[in-house]
């Protein structure tokens, strides 16, 4: 039976205690501790049943007790002085305030955001690492408006049936117990973003607004009435449904989300962007809009995609392939054939991101390449992940080495004050006068091994009672009306070397690798001396049949009596379940297939909290292993086969555990202290915390990324947007034109038969320039370490800077050190040359001599 009216019945807070309504629905209370523990005060046992929710709390707390603190002064100033705290964090200058030339305003735009246990809007990494980034932009003072989705059933609640088998159940989240709010017109009336259909009709969408610190994230939601049953289910899960469904979810995303930033910044008056961050190829549709825009002032398509370059930030999260939404062209077709984008033809859509490429499948519109057609600068998540997309998008600039691919890397960050454990947070205070665990000085004898130590293992006893919690709600579940058997009070043990393992679940990240050799990892869990304990969690994407067979896997082992009690898997990873998990483990285990790990951030987390990586040196390990923070599983890179590179590097970590970690950890002192084991800690604190830090992160998206393309927008619209009218021009000029530029003629003087180091080499290359200006082409020498097959490595670089010679066709010259010994080499290379331009490779055009 179902109501004929639903509404929702709120608590009415006394006066004196309106203002807990504020600090509640701020999501910054959710990184905050003071605030935090302020709404345990209010009633213990409830915040616990809440989940650490304040707005659940305040709905579900008894008047009587209200009453109580509406009278307790001690409470009301300390919630006031919270309150006033809050104002002042959201109004004073922070560090973004210190820069000049930084944009008014930045867009980011995520398809997932997981800030809070409340707001399950994420389903693993993107979405965490999203919703760290806006929270370390809050604390910077960055001024960024987010841009997602409202899903009303979020990512899937995980469940394990009795044989093992992953169950997805999906919650229907009430927005009347979030801490969101309707972006509204001044007369009341909700704003809305509207989209044009194929078949003539619309789609609506309401814009949430929730408040993350200083940062307001925009979440478009297609549930209203304006919308008939099938759309109102657009925005019903994160990734799911077929492919039409999704790419109206992408549509929304992008194209809404823009016109949901017009309608938030006339609103409310915030600068409108001058920069866009896409995460993705998710949001890419947001370009198409912004052209369309610009059309609309009286641009042509070139012209407005060069304004749109300018000001796009693209960033790739994946490794491989297989990660990258891809659609139909012809359903692409279909939209696009629509009054979706006025101005916008078909063909130059279909152009952006059809597969016309070598390797490429012209039946698929490809959402990453229209993402890095559209953003003049785009980046990896690491160092090794920037490698690997140089690699994997290189084809669309195939006349370049790969180094020379326009694709950077900003390794990505978490926020310190959200996963770092409180205890930890009270050690760093109590000794060195500050919470702030990313500043302390970890090396110092201010803090005794003891005392690092003892914070260790209380927060490895949280993990282990949280762990026996979790089990036990499972069972309850599973068996409604059944006691728990006796040995879930025995689940893991404290004292216990404690591996943790969390992710999501696809093949690549091989969560059953620890299993390869079933008998040696009884052992290790059972060594009568040095026994290890894994606790282990993960989703595999609900079609995943293949991600749910490890699982399952996973949990028959696990299940077996003999080892049952020394590894365990915990169902329904999520926020709430990490919080607790990276900071109980010893050490954190990561074995994906090199190089297909983007980045890896659970091993970020575990590190801030002083937990020691064990990881295959992929992703951000590769970069920050130094032998005293953890250890690096060898990869069998050269292994002839899968199965036989998973044996090889199961072998490997076996040994690592037996033979490195189990005997560094269980080595201790008179007092019973693991001294070595504790002094990596220091390091891994001291070291990698602040590197780690999503502040970090932040910061170099701002220096790097963000101030140029604010600047290169800037230049771009002056003058009634003439740059972008020239630019257009030229570009069609020197495309035009490149089929008759060649290298003609080089020559070389001013070294002997035998060159010497200290040697100058002259060089003067003839160009043909099919009727371009030699302003118009960048002339360079590439030479470096010449190998067998003539390959140039080391590679450098030195401009050769034209010359008058009279008629013909133009000479460029100058002269290279020799400033090694050894085989040396060198070309001659012409690339497009406009300050206008990101990068050399940007137009895709090469004259290489020879």
């Known amino acids: 039976m179902k109501a004929i009216r639903r509404f929702t019945v709120r608590t009415v807070l006394p006066e004196r205690l309106a203002l807990l309504e504020e600090l509640a629905t701020n999501l910054r209370r959710s990184w905050h501790q003071p605030t935090r523990q302020l709404f345990k005060s209010m009633d213990p046992q409830l915040w616990e049943e809440t989940s650490h929710d304040p707005v659940a709390l305040l709905g579900a707390i008894r008047p009587e007790r209200l009453a109580e603190l509406a009278d307790d002064e001690a409470f009301v100033q300390a919630a006031t002085e919270l309150r006033d705290e809050l104002h002042n964090y959201l109004r004073e200058p922070r560090w973004y305030q210190s820069l000049d030339d930084a944009p008014a305003t930045i867009a980011y735009f995520s398809p997932e955001f997981g800030i809070a246990a409340a707001l399950p809007q994420y389903s693993g990494g993107l979405g965490i690492l999203a919703g760290d980034h806006l929270k370390a932009a809050s604390d910077l003072g960055v001024p960024i408006i987010g841009v997602g989705l409202f899903y009303r059933a979020g990512y899937f609640r995980q469940a394990i049936s009795r044989d093992g088998w992953q169950l997805e159940s999906y919650p229907v989240l009430d927005p009347d117990g979030l801490p969101l709010s309707v972006l509204r017109h001044p007369d009341g009336s909700a704003a809305q973003v509207v989209l044009a259909l194929p078949d003539g009709g619309a789609l609506y969408a309401r814009i949430w607004q929730v408040s993350v610190g200083r940062i307001q994230l925009l979440l478009l939601d297609t549930d209203i009435p304006e919308n008939g049953e099938a759309l109102r289910g657009v925005t019903d899960r994160l990734y799911g449904g077929g492919g039409e469904h999704r790419l109206l979810q992408e549509l929304l995303l992008g194209v809404g989300g823009v016109r949901a930033i017009k309608e938030y910044t006339e609103l409310t008056g915030t600068p409108f962007p001058g920069v866009f961050h896409t995460n993705e190829g998710h949001a890419g549709f947001l370009g198409l809009e912004r052209i369309s825009d610009l059309i609309g002032q009286g641009l042509s398509f ?328 953890g250890w690096a599983i060898p990869s069998a890179d050269s292994a002839g086969d899968g199965e036989e590179r998973d044996k090889l590097e199961a072998e490997s970590l076996y040994d690592l555990i037996e033979h490195q970690v189990a005997p560094r950890f269980y080595d201790r002192d008179a007092d019973g202290i693991p001294t070595r084991w504790v002094e990596s800690i220091r390091h891994t604190l001291a070291t990698l915390s602040p590197s780690l830090s999503a502040d970090r992160m932040v910061k170099e998206y701002v220096e790097r990324l963000y101030i140029p393309a604010a600047r290169a927008e800037r230049e771009i619209v002056v003058k009634g947007f003439q740059p972008a009218r020239d630019l257009a021009a030229w570009k069609a000029r020197v495309t035009d034109a490149w089929p008759g530029v060649h290298v003609a003629h080089v020559e070389s003087g001013g070294v002997d038969s035998v060159p010497q180091v200290g040697d100058e080499l002259h060089l003067r290359a003839t160009v043909e320039l099919a009727g371009l200006s030699p302003d118009d082409v960048l002339v360079e020498v590439i030479y470096g370490r010449a190998q067998a097959s003539d390959k140039l490595i080391s590679v450098r670089r030195e401009p050769l800077l034209p010359v008058t010679e009279g008629a013909g066709a133009p000479v460029f010259a100058g002269t290279v050190p020799l400033e090694r010994a050894g085989s040396f080499g060198y070309t001659v290379r012409v690339v497009p040359k406009n300050p206008l331009l990101a990068s050399d490779a940007e137009l895709g055009l090469v004259a290489v001599a020879g």
């Open 302 to 629: 070139t012209e407005a995609l060069q304004v749109v370059r300018a000001g796009t930030v693209f960033t790739t999260h994946t490794p491989v392939p297989a990660g990258i939404d891809r659609f139909e062209v012809s359903l692409i077709e279909k939209y696009a054939r629509t009054d979706l984008l006025p101005g916008v033809a078909a063909e130059d859509v279909l152009a952006l991101g059809t597969e016309n490429y070598e390797g490429g499948d012209p039946t698929k519109f490809n959402m990453a390449v229209m993402g890095l057609r559209l953003a003049q600068r785009a980046n990896g998540v690491s160092k090794l992940h920037g490698e690997v997309s140089r690699g994997m998008f290189g084809v669309l600039w195939p006349e370049f080495d790969a180094e020379d691919v326009p694709i950077t890397s900003v390794t990505n960050g978490v926020h310190a004050p959200t996963w770092t454990d409180p205890l930890l947070g009270a050690l760093a205070a109590e000794k060195f006068g500050s919470s702030d665990t990313t500043t302390a000085d970890w090396m110092s004898n201010v803090v005794s091994d003891a005392d690092i130590w003892a914070v260790r293992g209380r927060m490895r006893d949280q993990l282990v009672r949280d762990a026996r919690r979790r089990v036990r709600l499972a069972w309850q579940e599973q068996n409604p009306g059944v006691g728990d058997p006796t040995w879930f009070s025995e689940l893991l043990d404290p004292e216990v070397l404690t591996i943790g393992f969390a992710r999501r679940v696809p093949t690549y990240k091989r969560l059953t690798l620890m299993l390869h050799d079933p008998e040696r990892l009884r052992a290790l869990l059972l060594h009568p001396e040095r026994p290890i304990q894994l606790v282990i969690a993960g989703k595999s994407h609900p079609a995943d049949d293949e991600g749910k067979r490890l699982i399952q896997k996973l949990v028959e082992f696990a299940a077996e009596p003999e080892v049952r009690k020394r590894i365990v898997f915990l169902p329904n990873y999520d926020i709430g379940m990490a919080k607790v998990l990276y900071p109980g483990t010893d050490v954190w285990l990561n074995n994906p297939l090199r190089p297909l790990e983007a980045c890896g951030t659970s091993g970020m987390k575990a590190a801030l909290n002083g937990s020691l990586n064990l990881s295959i040196l992929d992703g951000w390990w590769a970069e920050y292993y130094d032998e005293d923070n």
